[in-house]
C-alpha cells in the first residue's frame, strides 16, 4: 500500500505491506514513513446478529530526528479521530447494503 497524507499544501509518503490476512484479522507494517516501525493489528470479531467488532493494536516507535519525531506525534494524536472517522464510515456504508 503506497499513499500519502496531506498537511495542508505539504504531503507525506507512507508505504505499507499487508502480511498475515485472514478472515478475521490483517496487519499492516510500515515499509517507510513517518515512523521508525509500525505495526497496526486489524482484528474483527463476530459480536452475535449481523455486528462485527473491529480492534485495532498499534505498536509504533518514533523517529529519533525531531522533524520526524513531532511528525509522528502529531500523527498518533489525530489517531482517535481517524478510527472515529473509519468507525462512522464504515457503519454508513454497510448499512447502505441492507
Known sequence: MDFK????????????????ISSN?????????????WVHVHTFRDIGGDRTEIVDEIQAEFQTTLLWRLTGMLIWAGMPVLF???AWKTERELSSLK
Request: no cysteine; glycine share 6%; proline share 6%.
Open 25 to 37: 484479522r490483517f496487519i499492516d507494517r510500515q515499509i517507510s514513513g513517518p515512523y521508525k516501525t
Open 84 to 86: 472515529a472517522y473509519r
Open 5 to 20: 497524507l496531506w498537511f495542508g499544501p505539504f504531503s507525506l509518503r507512507w508505504r505499507a505491506r499487508f502480511e498475515d
